[in-house]
Nanobody, 126 residues
Framework: QVQLVESGGGSVRAGDSLRLSCAAS????????KGWFRQAPGKEREFVAA????????NYADSVKGRFTISRNNANNMVYLQMNTLKPEDPAVYYC???????????????????WGQGTQVTVSS
């Protein structure tokens, strides 16, 4: 069974940086797409970024382009989300997700993913 475990969340000031990590286990990830989503209180879960495990192609939500970077380490099945210049609108619980049998990276809807982590909280103070 695939398991995803996020880490790296915390409380920072606006303009600071954080790096989230997602450890994946229990699957053959060469055919997966990995994504990051976030959900703020009272809001729907929204797409942040995704990366194709096989090709390395990435996609980002417009709200984070130029500030966030998704990357992967194939050797240890880790996916990362480097978040720079954090803004007051970025706080949320951030979730790692995995989609089986895919080589593309543009899967912006939560229902397109098969596995989810438990989430890690990011708080940004102004």
């Amino acid at each position: 069974q695939v398991q995803l475990v996020e880490s790296g969340g915390g409380s920072v000031r606006a303009g600071d940086s954080l790096r989230l990590s997602c450890a994946a286990s229990g699957g053959t990830f060469s055919t997966y797409t990995k994504g990051w989503f976030r959900q703020a209180p009272g809001k729907e879960r929204e797409f942040v970024a995704a990366i194709s495990w096989s090709t390395g192609r990435t996609n980002y939500a417009d709200s984070v382009k130029g500030r966030f970077t998704i990357s992967r380490n194939n050797a240890n099945n880790m996916v990362y989300l480097q978040m720079n210049t954090l803004k007051p609108e970025d706080p949320a619980v951030y979730y790692c997700a995995a989609r089986r049998y895919s080589s593309e990276s543009y899967y912006p809807n939560p229902y397109e993913y098969d596995y989810w982590g438990q989430g890690t909280q990011v708080t940004v103070s102004s």
